[in-house]
């Protein structure tokens, strides 16, 4: 899987540019894990969804992981853009109860502690 | 002569399509098919006499309706051929119709404003229901000059009186939305109305039979749930939840304000509010937005049982397919290159819907361009190696032995849309004399073949096909 990391500040923006599913989220587990351990500083993670159409309960999965290896590190992981099918999945999976969701990056590197 | 009633259930509706497979008037509404509500209908306006007009998933709604003897009524078919216009079903024979008519034509539903109980004579008048562009939803007229009007030109007949006159509201379904609406009406405030008394001691519930419902789960009233479901521990269902018949909802879900179609699973701890959900499908029918989830943990079509006959029947076609191509093996390879090398005859790639959804080519036998068949491809044709490609196709699983013309991709789409129960395959009614169907042959013949399959029949078929066809092929041209 493709996927993008930027820092900015203490916020690294994750960009996955693929579907997230059983077959892709193994890679981006990695290459996060990879990123993680390279980048300094980095405290807080601002996953963003906007090239994704479609999530299973894999790519959810995979979310929660990385959510609790930040979590571990004290800081906190935030979603940001959304597409419509996928906020269908958080809906019906109650996701939307575990993570902090914005419509922007921007605004979810703002809110960020 | 009795007054009579017509009802259409052949219209494609693009709304449905996005709900699945089900044909719209047996989608659920509440805790029985559509259709049922259109009967009702029939009985409180004193009318036994009724002709249903059939198209889009024929078979299912004459399997689900049979001859109407459970409502009390009389129910003849008809066929309404694709793309035809549903009025030229009445004329066909307007002097049908002298005595009155009900005329169903859209799927609207028939609203009860009051309770109260079937009419003892048919109300006499013109009753008239249209849509916001003039079209006639639904009338009915006992006046033979306004039905004369009316079959002449629908669309400038006069006006009625309206059908509150007679205590009912109908309402056109044109949309997901207003098939989720009425489907919460019909369980909400109507729910005393229209809804199936069920199983349950809670008022406001309508629990089908053979429901596994555990003592850890929720039911918060008003909800409907079909036959054969399997609700999970802890599970809260309801307010306002729609559950067809064949779900299974997984432990610890939550279902509310929702419609949860026929042959659903969803999965464990799932929360469905606002949302209809049928197979793999999620539907929000506010924004209309349609989620396919490719996730059987999630929600997925609940496996559909193999009929054991249908097993029994692939079984039998594929030993026999293999047998036919052990025997036709040898005469293929030597006389398919001279049939070739003469031009005599070629195969010819097509594009066709073959088993498990799949499109895929499919070799069929032509004449070389600008020629007829004859001589050698006569006879190529008569040993019937020109079935050769096609057993081959039985043999790997991608066609059936006996079933109905493989229907072409993409120009047939529509006609593949219309057949629900698709059994392409090599040897088929007309495979004998597929240049002499009549135009809407291929489709009666796929949908009877749905209807009727058997062993028997498949065993005939072969044989039918198998022995006559050599006949057939030498003496054409003759």
New interface residues.
Partial sequence: MNVQFEQRGTVGVVTPQEDM?ADSVDSLKNQFVDWLSRAGGVKNVVVNLSMVE?M???GLGTLIALLKRVSERGGDLKIACLP??VR??F????AYKIFEITDSVDEAVRICP | MPVKAVLHTGLIQPWAATLGDIPWPLLPVGNRPFLEYWFEACIDLGIKDVRLVLGEGAEFVEAYAGDGEKWGLALTYSFLKDGQDPDAFLRRNPGQWAAGLFYLRTPVFFHRLSDGGPQAVVPSGVFVDRSLDGAVNCLLSDSPDFLKAYIEDPRACREGRPFADLNFRPSLISSVKEYYDLNMSVVGEDASRYLNAGYSLKSDVSIGFNVILPPSVTVTPPVAIGNNCRIGAMTSVGPLAVVGNHAIIDRQADLSECVILDGTYV?R?????G?IVVGSR?I?PE?G?V?????P???AHVRPMVKSGDAIRAVFGWVCAVLIVILQAVPFAVLYPVVKLFRKGRFRRASVHLTGGRVGPLLEFVPCSGRKVTGLGKLFQALNLDLFPGLCKVVTGHLWLCGARPISSPCENSFRAQVKEYFPAVLTYDSDDREHVEPGGHLANTLYYARFRSLLGDSRMMLAVLLNRPLIVLSAGE
């Fill in positions: 599913t479609f299973d309960s894999s419509k099918k269908m999945v809906e019906i999976t109650r | 999965g701890g799932l929360e469905i509010h949302k999620l929000d924004s937005l989620a396919e989830i490719n996730d943990l999630l929600v």
